[in-house]
């Protein structure tokens, strides 16, 4: 089973543009709108769900839903535990992406 502390990364240390892009054609549309992420809402079907990268979920503004990455992964019709491993596996590649690399001698 899933740690409490996994889920809550996997909520909030995961950026919605990643695991949108890593989605590619099963993902839902998205695109930049007035320099803000968009996508279309796995709710409603409206393109106004915009990725807040502050707080790391989306919110539509067309249905008031609230969207992060597990909520997302599970209304594409993955089951809980799938959408727990392949979370995990690309926020560990996002997070080594984003460590620092030692100098090269």
């Not at 996994?6 to 695109?31: C, F, Q, V």
């Not at 790391?56 to 727990?84: E, K, P, Q, W």
Request: proline share 8%; net charge positive.
């Amino acid at each position: 089973m899933a740690s409490a502390d996994l889920l809550r990364r996997l909520r909030n240390d995961m950026p919605m543009t990643i695991t949108i892009a890593a989605l590619g054609r099963e993902g839902p549309p998205s695109k930049l709108r007035d320099g803000r992420f968009c996508f279309l809402c796995p709710h409603c079907g409206e393109m106004l769900a915009y990725a807040n990268p502050r707080y790391n979920y989306a919110h539509c503004f067309a249905c008031n839903a609230n969207i992060n990455n597990i909520d997302l992964m599970r209304s594409l019709g993955y089951d809980f535990l799938t959408t727990v491993e392949i979370l995990e596996r690309w926020l560990t590649q996002h997070e080594s992406r984003r460590r620092p690399q030692p100098p090269r001698a």
